[in-house]
């Protein structure tokens, strides 16, 4: 039986961010973390910790990101998805739409992967003529095919493998360079 495919918005609820009034000003003693585009073009994970933090006003609930929750740049040449991990309270700003799986048959992390694949990020509409954005129907027209849980299990552990080849790669090319540095340093000295 072949995969079925759906739409982005047949598997989650898509949603923007939260807009800020005015500049985001850090607040050590701060009750909320702010997740920036800065924050996620240095880094392909949300780190509440180097985040910056406000006090939000009370008069109205923080639309806090919940763990499973997926924002994906919304503008930018690349719109890339980051899952969210974690527990502490973070609001992502209206430059990130939010994806939040909405049943039972797809595992945040499998979307998250989808979102980010090379054919799926070619796959959306991007409008502006200096910075690129896409739209939310763009996103929410998104085709997912859908497996059942264990294959999408078993292709977010491959790509879990596939990441930590990299970094093992990386690691062993500094400590070769490391190593070619500390012989041309030797030889140079005799």
Not at 40 to 48: S, T
Not at 171 to 185: A, C, H, K, S, V
Request: charged share 25%; net charge negative; hydrophobic share 40%.
């Amino acid at each position: 039986m072949p995969t079925q495919l759906l739409k982005l918005s047949e598997l989650a609820e898509v949603r923007s961010g939260y807009t800020f009034r005015g500049a985001l000003e850090h607040d050590p003693s701060g009750d909320v973390r702010v997740l920036q585009i800065k924050d996620l073009r240095q880094n392909a994970a949300i780190e509440p910790d180097k985040l910056i933090a406000i006090t939000w006003d009370a008069r109205t609930a923080a639309p806090l990101l919940q763990p499973g929750d997926i924002t994906v740049i919304a503008r930018g040449d690349s719109n890339k998805g980051a899952l969210y991990k974690g527990e502490q309270p973070v609001v992502a700003t209206s430059q990130f739409f939010i994806v939040s799986a909405k049943k039972t048959n797809v595992l945040p992390e499998y979307l998250c992967w989808m979102i980010n694949l090379p054919q799926s990020q070619r796959s959306l509409e991007r409008s502006g003529s200096s910075i690129q954005a896409i739209s939310k129907g763009a996103l929410q027209d998104m085709q997912i095919p859908l497996p059942p849980l264990e294959t999408q299990q078993k292709l977010i552990d491959l790509q879990r493998l596939w990441e930590e080849e990299d970094q093992l790669i990386a690691r062993l090319q500094t400590n070769r360079e490391q190593m070619l540095q500390g012989i041309y340093q030797h030889l140079i000295k005799d």
